[in-house]
Structure formats: structure tokens, C-alpha cells
């Protein structure tokens, strides 16, 4: 690395030459009393030799110093990094020592990165395997057993793995789905329909081979009342072929009127988990109009093949009502989301320790943890961020963020009014685009595991495992909190931040387990095994049976 020292102190200079006179001076005097010297006795002349080398190399030192005035007090002060010129999108970074404007050395922004941060994780060894085999190839029942109607509740994404659990209890049951109605009543009171967001003819196209998929009920049934049923949340496959399909060819039409989290994650034929896949990976693409702004925005941030995170920042008003989470926001901040909270009764929680749920891990990081994590993880300042979320809550907003991090975006500043006009009021439909940012992200950061981050890490890990940080913040709210209070430094603080995380970024690793499904890692977070395979245990397991034969 090359260093460029600016003299821009005359003084020095003026000092520096006076310095040069006074050798020259010397020398001459030197010249003039050196054959009196040879006339001296030969201890006295070695003694004066030392003498006149001494105060040379004195000279020497003196002249040295004074043309670098600055150099002295470089080890005692330390170094501080701004971004200049926040109005663009990539940056120099300049290094200054504080207070001495002298010394300024001028590095590319790539000279601060932490090796590995874009790195992707390995996955030689696995791929897609969702095409069913001979064995599980079945061909669509000539009658079918009854209509399946479905109201699709919640956010876009639990939307979306809910449609792709209802297709695979379709083919479980031998029924026909109606395209699915959407929910217009939760918190963002969304009116789109499914054709504003899903790209029917897709839909339809792709499945057509699974299962039978009607945009409305046939004529002879449109005046039979459904019957009206909420699956019981997490059920195995028996469940939906015994009890429901029972009452589906009792009443002809039946009505889900919840979809979220209706199939287990695990005991289920591999046939009806990679139809799950096919659905949500390949079925349930997003409308044209979607897609294509969502390409452009993608473009804007790469401009040039240059590298963005994607962050998903769940510090919004809903959901830190829902979790009960207040830190860092003021008292009648803390008290608008109480009553929130109150106020909407399918709400079970309603009395919420914010302070114990933090140190827990089981909040949303805030803007300014967000900040430090990357910070300590290694990402250099004039990274670019787009986040994945609607507007932050809070008298700060995003700023904390913004401050260390001034290359922040989101569909609001990246997206032109006009192009963004036909999405006002569409909140699901924003989701849409923001999904799809994420999804093509070099890095894809959630704070908060909600729908949305289990949709995009499981889509990342279906498309190679594309690097996906999940932050341990139970571990890191410990040691930011020891930071703030003056109780470990920042040179023991990142070390341990990169330690803990090194193994937290989507590598491979089968679907976890658990006492029980609600407990047990979600199905489209993971979906290996199921829809990923890999290469290596399929040649150890042909290995194996070689050997046995």
C-alpha cells in the first residue's frame, strides 16, 4: 500500500531548508580546520573525530525531524474512518489522524473489507431434485373428490407457504383448488387480489400436471354453501386423507379459512414435499408488472457488477407490538405499542417483559445494532444496504443506521413516483418486490425470524445456498450491551462477533428437528431434505450397496 504525505505546513519547509544551510555551513568550517587538526597528538585527534561525527549525526537527526513534524505522534494517536461524499454510491475512504490534517492517506474501499464477507458458502455438492421419480409420478384423478376453497390469512409470505400447503393437501385429497382469495383484513388491510400479485396463468400452467387448479366453481356449485373449516395447524398428511376428506365428499365444497402453518414440516412423502417446492419456488411466481420492477431495482444496485446487502429489518410498528419489544424507543413510544398490542385481540400475548424478551434474543434488532453488527463483521462503510421492510418505527427511524452506513435504499428512494404508483396502497405487493430484491441479494441479513425471513433463506438455500446471515442476538446483545457500558473494548468486541457468526451464513445443513412441529425448523426455511439433495451422500450411499451385494 502506497502512502502520500502532503507537506502543507510552510513553516516546515522554511525549517527543513534552514536546517540544509546549516549542514552546508559546517562542512565548510570542517574544511578550513582540518590540517590544524592533523597537527594534534593522536588521542585528542581520535576524540575530536567522535565529536564531530556525534554532532553530524545530530544534525542529521534534527533535519530528519523537523521535515516530518507529524511523525512522532502517529503511534499515540489513533485513526478514525470517514465516508466522503455520501451522495454517491461508491466511495473513497479516507483515513486521517485526528487532528493533525497534514497526513492523509487516500485507500480504496476494498483495502477495509474483512476477507470472506462476500464469500459464498460451499454447496458443490447439492441441487434441486423437486421432479418426481417413476415411482412417485401419479397421474391426476379422473373424478375428483370435492372443491377446495381457500382464504389465504395473513402477510404476502404466509400467504404464499400457506397456497403451497393447500396444493399439496389438494393432491393428498384428490380435490380440485379454486384459485385462492387473499386476506384484505390484517394489519396493512391490503385489497389485492391474487391475480394483482401471483401471475395466474403460471400458476396453473406449472401445477397442471399435479393437481387440478379451477378460477371458479363450476356452474352446478355456485350455489352450494361450502362447509366452513380451519385445518388444525401443523397436521400429517393422515389428518387431511381422513377426517377432511371425509367431510369433502360429505359437502361437495369445503372452505379453509386459515392456511398458515396447516402441514407438518416433517413425515411427509417425499412426493408431497417437492410438490410443496414446485409451488412455491416455480408455481407461485409474481405478475409481470412485479418481476420486472424488481428486476430493475436489482440493476440499480449492482450498477457495474458492484455487491449489496439485502436487510431485513423487522423494527416496525406491528411487529414490535406484537413482540412486546421497546428498547431504545421513548415512554409514550413504548406505550402506543402496548396499546396496539391490546387492541387487536388474535393477540394472544398481551402483558410482555421487552427488556428479558431482548436478552433472550427474541427481538428485532434495532437500526443501531444492525449498524455495529456489520460494522463489527467487517463490511466496510460504503456498503450498500437495501432494506427489506416497510417504515421504521421510531423517532430515530433508520438514521442510527444511516450514520455509519450512508448507502442505505429502499423501494421508496430507489424507484421512481411513477413507477412506483401503481403499487400505492399495496402493501403485499411492495412485499413482492422487496422479496425479490432480497432473493438476488450477494448477502441476504435477517433481524427478526418472521415469514418473510423464512421465505427468502429458504428460496436462497433452494437457488445454491446463497449467503444468508442469521445473527445470533442472544449472544450479541450481551456484548454490545458490555460495550456501551465501557466493560470490553471494540478490539475484543469484533473478534468474538466474527467467531460466533462464522457458521451462521446458509451453509448445508439438514432440516432441524424438534420435540414437536411447532418447535422444529420450518419446512420452507429449509426444505433440505425434501427438495435439495446431495451429491456425496449418494455416492457414499451406492458405495455402501455395492458392498453389500
Known amino acids: 500500500m502506497t502512502r502520500r504525505r502532503v507537506f502543507e505546513n510552510t513553516e516546515a519547509q522554511d525549517a527543513y531548508q534552514s536546517d540544509m544551510k546549516r549542514i552546508v555551513f559546517f562542512r565548510r568550517k570542517v574544511r578550513h580546520y582540518f590540517p590544524e587538526l592533523l597537527m594534534i597528538r593522536p588521542g585528542r585527534r581520535l576524540y575530536g573525530c567522535l565529536m564531530i561525527v556525534a554532532f553530524f549525526f545530530l544534525l542529521a537527526k534534527f533535519a530528519l525531524l523537523s521535515s516530518f513534524p507529524d511523525f512522532n505522534m502517529s503511534r499515540e494517536i489513533g485513526f478514525r474512518t470517514r465516508v466522503e461524499d455520501e451522495s454517491t454510491i461508491t466511495n473513497n475512504v479516507v483515513i486521517e489522524q485526528q487532528n493533525l490534517p497534514g497526513l492523509t492517506e487516500i485507500l480504496p474501499p476494498d483495502s477495509f473489507q474483512t476477507p470472506g464477507i462476500w464469500k459464498q458458502p460451499d454447496s458443490s455438492s447439492y441441487y434441486k431434485c423437486i421432479d418426481p421419480s417413476p415411482k412417485e409420478r401419479s397421474t391426476i384423478g379422473a373424478a375428483t373428490n370435492g372443491y377446495i376453497l381457500v382464504h389465504a390469512n395473513g402477510g404476502l409470505n404466509q400467504m404464499k407457504t400457506g397456497i403451497s400447503d393447500m396444493v399439496a393437501v389438494a393432491k393428498i385429497m384428490n380435490a380440485t383448488l379454486v384459485l385462492p382469495s387473499l386476506d384484505h383484513r390484517s394489519f396493512w388491510t391490503d385489497p389485492s387480489e391474487f391475480k394483482d400479485i401471483f401471475n395466474v396463468e403460471n400458476f396453473i400452467e406449472v401445477l397442471k400436471d399435479d393437481i387440478n387448479i379451477v378460477k371458479s366453481l363450476p356452474q352446478q356449485l355456485e350455489a352450494v354453501k361450502p362447509h366452513t373449516k380451519a385445518p388444525v395447524s401443523w397436521s400429517k398428511p393422515r389428518y387431511y386423507r381422513g377426517e377432511i376428506l371425509t367431510l369433502l365428499k360429505k359437502h361437495q365444497v369445503i372452505k379453509f379459512t386459515h392456511t398458515d402453518a396447516r402441514l407438518t414440516n416433517n413425515g411427509v412423502a417425499s412426493s408431497i414435499q417437492k410438490l410443496r417446492c414446485h409451488a412455491m419456488y416455480e408455481a407461485l411466481r409474481f405478475t ?262
Not at 349 to 378: H, N, S, W, Y
Request: hydrophobic letters at 35%.
Open 288 to 549: 409481470t408488472k412485479i418481476e420486472d420492477l424488481a428486476k430493475k431495482l436489482v440493476k440499480r444496485l449492482k450498477n457495474d457488477s458492484n455487491q449489496y446487502i439485502a436487510l431485513h429489518l423487522r423494527y416496525e410498528k406491528d411487529m414490535l407490538a406484537f413482540t412486546g419489544c421497546d428498547h431504545n424507543l421513548s415512554k409514550a413510544e413504548a406505550e402506543e405499542l402496548r396499546n396496539l398490542r391490546y387492541n387487536v385481540q388474535h393477540w394472544k400475548e398481551k402483558k410482555i417483559d421487552g427488556k428479558e424478551k431482548r436478552l433472550q434474543g427474541l427481538c428485532p434488532m434495532t437500526p443501531r445494532e444492525v449498524a455495529v453488527f456489520l460494522e463489527a463483521i467487517g463490511y466496510p462503510f460504503d456498503t450498500k444496504i437495501y432494506i427489506v421492510a416497510g417504515k421504521i418505527y421510531g423517532q430515530d427511524g433508520i438514521r442510527p443506521l444511516e450514520v455509519k452506513y450512508p448507502n442505505v435504499f429502499s423501494h421508496f428512494n430507489l424507484a421512481t413516483e411513477e413507477e412506483l404508483e401503481p403499487f400505492k396502497h399495496c402493501q403485499n405487493q411492495l412485499a413482492a418486490l422487496d422479496y425479490i430484491v432480497a432473493l438476488e441479494s450477494d448477502v441476504f441479513v435477517y433481524t427478526y425470524d418472521g415469514n418473510m425471513a423464512k421465505a427468502v433463506q429458504g428460496h436462497r438455500r433452494f437457488e445454491g445456498f446463497r449467503k444468508t446471515i442469521n445473527p445470533d442476538k442472544q449472544s450479541f446483545v450481551k456484548l454490545i450491551d458490555k460495550l456501551d457500558k465501557g466493560l470490553i473494548t471494540w478490539e475484543s468486541f469484533s473478534p468474538k462477533v466474527k467467531r460466533i457468526h462464522k457458521d451462521r451464513i446458509g451453509a448445508p445443513y439438514p432440516r432441524l428437528a424438534g420435540i414437536s412441529s411447532r418447535h422444529e425448523e420450518n419446512f420452507y426455511a429449509n426444505p433440505f431434505p425434501g427438495c435439495i439433495c446431495d451429491k456425496s451422500s449418494e455416492v457414499l450411499t451406492q458405495a455402501k450397496s455395492g458392498l453389500t451385494r
